[in-house]
Nanobody, 127 residues
Framework: QVQLVESGGGLVQAGGSLRLSCAASGRTFSTAVVGWFRQAPGKEREFVATISWSGDVTEYTASVMGRFTISRDKAKNTVYLQMNNLKPEDTAVYYC????????????????????WGQGTQVTVSS
């Protein structure tokens, strides 16, 4: 019943920017906490950012703070990840995921707490 579709990935030079989108189906109401994860070849999937149901609470992994911004547009059922000053180390497949919102300000950074995942979008940053 829940569908998440990522888009916006691509090839960009170091220092450039990309905006990823995660579009959810209109039936996604309870799975309102959204997170972004990434996985580079040969590495485990890594938490990147999360945003609460309300949109008022966010959290980022240390390596992207100051460069990435997560936001949401409830009217469009879409969550965005604005990525600025990209580095080659950011190269990975980026996934969005959804978890249940038990309250309006819940955020989730543990991979095991997410039950719905998109198929991923490739981000490649060249040097």
């Amino acid at each position: 019943q829940v569908q998440l579709v990522e888009s916006g990935g691509g090839l960009v030079q170091a220092g450039g920017s990309l905006r990823l989108s995660c579009a959810a189906s209109g039936r996604t109401f309870s799975t309102a906490v959204v997170g972004w994860f990434r996985q580079a070849p040969g590495k485990e999937r890594e938490f990147v950012a999360t945003i609460s149901w309300s949109g008022d609470v966010t959290e980022y992994t240390a390596s992207v703070m100051g460069r990435f911004t997560i936001s949401r547009d409830k009217a469009k059922n879409t969550v965005y990840l604005q990525m600025n000053n990209l580095k080659p180390e950011d190269t990975a497949v980026y996934y969005c995921a959804a978890a249940f919102a038990y309250n309006s300000n819940r955020i989730v950074r543990s991979e095991s707490d997410y039950f719905f995942w998109g198929q991923g979008t490739q981000v490649t940053v060249s040097s």
